[in-house]
């Protein structure tokens, strides 16, 4: 294992750090100056057929300096926190502000919105786990699933486990700080039949290691999925409706947010500028962050530029009901900040919840996609079309899996065409979602018709 990671040492390091250089950059002639410094530490194993294959002591740390002076800007970064490179960082970003074009957007975030309430998220659970133990429970992973009848090989399966401390500052006198801690499990089997490979994976993945689910149901239920994609045949080509699993409806969540980032809003790069009030979802569907939520996986009491976070409801009932802002996009947009520097925490969707099989049988006949592929998505235009696996549905059973097909449609018709979301909702990750299933998008396949 690498060297005990001292949290509160390592916090309290980095906050002496960060006003150093906020002291330095007053004295060196900035009107204003920010810090955002960082330090991770973690283990990762992975082994493949019973084998280790590898084994990772990672430890990252990282300090980022900017300055304003006037409406010029100037940043530099260290990967280290020393006071000599801390120096170096401030004096660099400095000289760079004497060369950027004035900006009148650029700055710190208001003063007044400064985070004042920092409750304890629970995000931080370090796992006491020597490399040995890391390696067991990989291997016990990987078995479970190599176990499985009708698996025949294995890309393998891997644990990584890690804990950090992040710190910002700035010279309106603000600093804040936390730790946190991230765990995961993951295998990856394969299995062949007389029609081809087919390969497939799970993972959980938690702040709290208790929370993992065990070892041996991630290593049996990646089998189970790698076993389901055997006999995999093209879907014939058309309009169907597509029921799209908890983790890409996740991935759908993440275009609507892309779209209604500050940045993209500004450029004129996104469908839904100017768009605020207008109906995109069903009435039935809202959409919020939640980002005081204790335990979640993205909870923060402030964001990247120290501004209070909030709840913020983005779709309510339907409706956009707000952008999200840093303090710089809202200035560029003549709007105001919606404590979103650095993104959404902990998205969480409001809405009718169907049992998955329930989803099937509303579809009728269609596709149930599992897997998706390529990055096809305009967030100019909102055009949507990705390569696709999954499942051909017929009077609402599963018939058959399907591949080598691509669905395609328009974000803004898809939203709009959400008929039915599902309980089946995944909580890996910052985004809480069941299935979605959406009532139509082109599906090319096979040109032959049933």
Not at 97 to 112: H, I, Q, V
Not at 187 to 213: E, K, N, P, V
Not at 394 to 412: R, W
Request: proline letters at 3%; charged letters at 20%; glycine letters at 12%.
């Amino acid at each position: 294992m690498t060297q005990a990671f001292d949290a509160p040492a390592q916090q309290q390091l980095l906050e002496s750090r960060a006003e150093e250089a906020l002291a330095l950059a007053k004295q060196l002639g900035a009107d204003a100056c920010e810090v955002g410094a960082s330090v991770d530490q973690g283990v990762g194993v992975s082994v493949r057929l019973g084998e280790v294959e590898t084994v990772e002591l990672s430890r990252d740390q990282g300090i980022a300096v900017t300055v304003y002076v006037g409406m010029h800007k100037g940043s530099a970064s260290s990967t280290d926190a020393g006071q000599a490179s801390i120096r170096a960082a401030v004096e660099k970003a400095m000289a760079i502000a004497r060369y950027t074009g004035e900006d009148p957007a650029a700055g710190l975030a208001d003063a007044a919105l400064m985070a004042t309430d920092f409750p304890d998220l629970n995000a931080h659970h370090p796992w006491e786990l020597s490399t040995e133990q890391a390696i067991e429970i990989a291997l016990a992973c990987e078995s479970a699933g190599r176990g499985v009848e009708g698996i025949t090989h294995s890309e393998g399966a891997s644990l990584s486990t890690g804990e950090g401390v992040r710190v910002y500052a700035n010279s309106h006198g603000f600093l804040g700080s936390q730790k946190g801690s991230r765990h995961s499990l993951s295998c990856m089997l394969i299995a062949q039949d007389g029609s081809g490979m087919q390969r497939d994976y799970d993972y959980t993945s938690a702040r709290d290691s208790r929370q993992l689910q065990d070892p041996e149901a991630v290593g049996r239920q990646a089998a189970e999925r790698t076993l389901r994609r055997l006999g995999g045949r093209r879907p014939t080509t058309g309009r169907f409706p597509v029921l799209f699993d908890p983790s890409l409806a996740g991935g759908l969540v993440g275009n609507l947010m892309g779209a209604l980032a500050g940045g993209a809003l500004y450029r004129q790069a996104s469908f839904l500028c100017d768009r605020l009030g207008d109906p995109l979802f069903p009435d039935w569907f809202s959409l919020s962050e939640r980002p005081m939520e204790v335990g979640a996986m993205a909870s923060s009491p402030f964001d990247s530029e120290g501004v209070q976070t909030r709840n913020n409801r983005f779709i309510d009932q339907g409706r956009l009901e707000s952008y999200m802002l840093s303090s710089y996009s809202a200035r560029r947009l003549g709007m105001q900040t919606t404590g979103n520097a650095g993104g959404a925490r902990n998205l969480r969707i409001s809405a009718p919840l169907s049992a998955p099989q329930d989803l099937l049988r509303q579809m009728g006949r269609g596709v149930w996609v599992t897997e998706l592929m390529g990055q096809g998505v305009n967030g100019v235009t909102g055009d949507y079309s990705r390569g696709a696996t999954g499942f051909w549905v017929e009077d609402g059973k599963v018939q058959y899996p399907i591949e080598e097909f691509t669905i395609a449609g328009n974000l803004e018709q898809m939203f709009s065409g959400l008929v039915g979301i599902g309980n089946d909702t995944d909580t890996r990750g910052s985004i809480h979602t069941g299935s979605w299933l959406i009532d139509e998008m082109t599906v090319a396949g096979d040109q032959d018709s049933d």
